[in-house]
C-alpha cells in the first residue's frame, strides 16, 4: 500500500512535469534540465551524510518526516515562479528524496527477516511499477484537458498523496534503534569496522551494480534514439516498446527474484542480467540494416531483453544490500550504495549515446564489453566485502 501511494502521487507528477515547468511556472527546457542537473548533484553529494543521519535518527522517522517534507514542498509548487525559485525546489526535492529513499532502504532491511527480504522487495518493485502505471494514467488524463489550470493543482493531488503516504509508514511496525545509537560509547568504531566507505568491497559492488544498471540508458534513451535516427521502424513503436517495459516490470519481479536468497544466487542474477544486457546490444546493432517488420521484431526483442536486465539486476542488488551491509549502519550503507552507484552510472547517458550513434555496431559492442566488465568485477568485490564483515564480525542477516 505504501509502495502504491508513493507511485501513483510521484507518476501523475512526473507525466506533467514538462508542462508545469514550461508553461505554468514559465521556464525554458534548458533552465528545467540546469534545476535538474543541480539537484542531482546535490543529492549525490549528501547521500552519505544523508545515510549517517538515518542511522542516528531512526531510517522509519526519517523515510516518514522526508516524506510529509515532500508533501509540504508540492503544496508550494504551483506559488514558483522564475528561475530562482525553481533551483532552491529542484535542490530541496531531490535532498528530500535521497534521504527518504536511504531511509526507506535501511527500514525495509531492518524490519524484514532474511529469508524474506529479496521476495518482498520484489512485491515492492512490482507494486512501484504498478503505481507509477496508473499516475501516468492520471497525468495523461489531466494533460488531455490541455488546460493550465488543471495542470496547476496536480502538485496539490501529489500533496494529498505524500501526506496519505506519511501517515502510512508511521503506521508501519516501530524497530528499536541501532545498539550503536543506543548505547553510543559502548561499542568503538573499529569494532563496527567504522565507516562505510573503508569497506572498500561493498563500494566497489555498488560501483559495478551502477555501471550494470546503465541497462536504464539503453532502455530510455539510447534505443530510443535508435529507433528514431538509425532504423525504418515507425515511431510509433516506442509506445509499444515503453507498454511491454511495464507490463514485464509489474508482472515479472517476483519470477526473476525467485531463487535470490544469498550471494552465489545473487551473482548468478547479475550474470544473467549481463547476458540479456549483451543480447540486446547485439539484436540493436543489427536493426541498422534490416527493413520492415525485420526491425520492427528485433527492436522489440532488444528492450525486451534489456527489460530482463533489468528485472534480474534488481532481485541481485537487493541481496547485495541485505548480504554486505553492517546491520547496525544500514542507513550509511544505503547512503554508500547510492554514491558508488551513481558513480558507476552517470557517466552512461552521455558516453552510451555518442557511442551508438557516432560509433554504430563498434560502439554497441563497446558498450557490451563495459557491461560484461562490471560483471566479472562483481566477484572479486563481494569476495572482499564479506571478507570486511567477517574481520569486523558483522552478521549482515540480523
Not at 541498422?288 to 542488488?317: M, P, Q
Request: hydrophobic share 50%.
Amino acid at each position: 500500500m505504501q509502495s502504491l501511494l508513493f507511485a501513483v502521487g510521484s507518476g501523475t507528477f512526473t507525466t506533467s512535469s514538462a508542462v508545469f515547468f514550461t508553461q505554468v511556472v514559465g521556464l525554458s527546457a534548458a533552465q528545467v534540465g540546469l534545476g535538474i542537473t543541480l539537484g542531482g548533484v546535490v543529492a549525490f553529494l549528501t547521500a552519505l551524510p544523508a545515510g549517517r543521519l538515518a542511522d542516528r535518527v531512526g531510517p522509519q522517522w526519517m523515510w516518514c518526516a522526508t516524506t510529509a517534507g515532500a508533501g509540504f514542498l508540492f503544496a508550494a509548487w504551483p506559488f514558483i515562479d522564475g528561475l530562482g525559485g525553481f533551483l532552491v525546489m529542484a535542490v530541496l526535492v531531490e535532498l528530500l528524496e535521497t534521504a527518504g529513499r536511504t531511509g526507506y532502504g535501511a527500514y525495509v532491511l531492518n524490519v524484514l527477516p532474511a529469508e524474506e527480504r529479496v521476495r518482498s522487495r520484489a512485491y515492492m518493485y512490482s507494486t512501484l511499477n504498478l503505481g507509477f502505471t496508473l499516475g501516468a494514467a492520471l497525468g495523461g488524463v489531466a494533460l488531455a484537458f490541455q488546460s493550465d489550470t488543471l495542470i496547476r493543482v496536480l502538485p496539490w493531488f501529489t500533496c494529498v498523496l505524500c501526506f496519505a503516504n506519511a501517515a502510512w509508514i508511521a503506521r508501519l511496525p516501530r524497530l528499536p534503534r541501532a545498539r550503536r545509537t543506543a548505547e553510543p560509547q559502548a561499542r568503538p568504531e573499529t569494532a563496527l569496522g567504522g565507516s562505510a566507505l573503508r569497506n572498500r568491497g561493498f563500494l566497489a559492488t555498488a560501483f559495478f551494480g551502477g555501471v550494470l544498471n546503465t541497462n536504464q540508458v539503453l532502455l530510455q534513451i539510447v534505443i530510443p534514439l535508435w529507433l528514431v535516427e538509425e532504423t525504418d521502424a515507425p515511431r510509433v513503436l516506442l509506445a509499444w516498446l515503453f507498454g511491454t517495459n511495464t507490463v514485464m516490470c509489474i508482472f515479472l519481479p517476483m519470477v526473476t527474484a525467485r531463487g535470490v536468497r544469498d550471494l552465489p544466487t545473487a551473482l548468478r542474477a547479475a550474470r544473467i542480467s549481463t547476458a540479456f544486457f549483451v543480447v540486446s546490444c547485439l539484436v540493436t546493432l543489427v536493426t541498422h540494416d534490416t527493413v520492415g517488420w525485420a526491425t520492427i521484431l528485433l527492436v522489440w526483442l532488444g528492450h525486451v531483453t534489456v527489460t530482463g536486465a533489468e528485472l534480474y539486476l534488481a532481485a541481485a542488488k537487493w541481496s547485495f544490500e541485505a548480504e554486505l551491509s553492517d546491520p547496525d549502519r544500514r542507513g550509511e550503507y544505503q547512503g554508500a550504495d547510492n554514491f558508488g552507484g551513481t558513480l558507476g552510472y552517470v557517466w552512461a547517458p552521455a558516453a552510451y549515446t555518442y557511442l551508438a550513434m557516432h560509433w554504430g555496431a563498434g560502439g554497441w559492442l563497446l558498450i557490451a564489453a563495459v557491461v560484461l566488465a562490471a560483471s566479472l568485477g562483481l566477484g572479486p568485490s563481494t569476495r572482499a566485502a564479506t571478507s570486511y564483515l567477517r574481520r569486523h564480525e558483522l552478521d549482515p542477516t540480523r
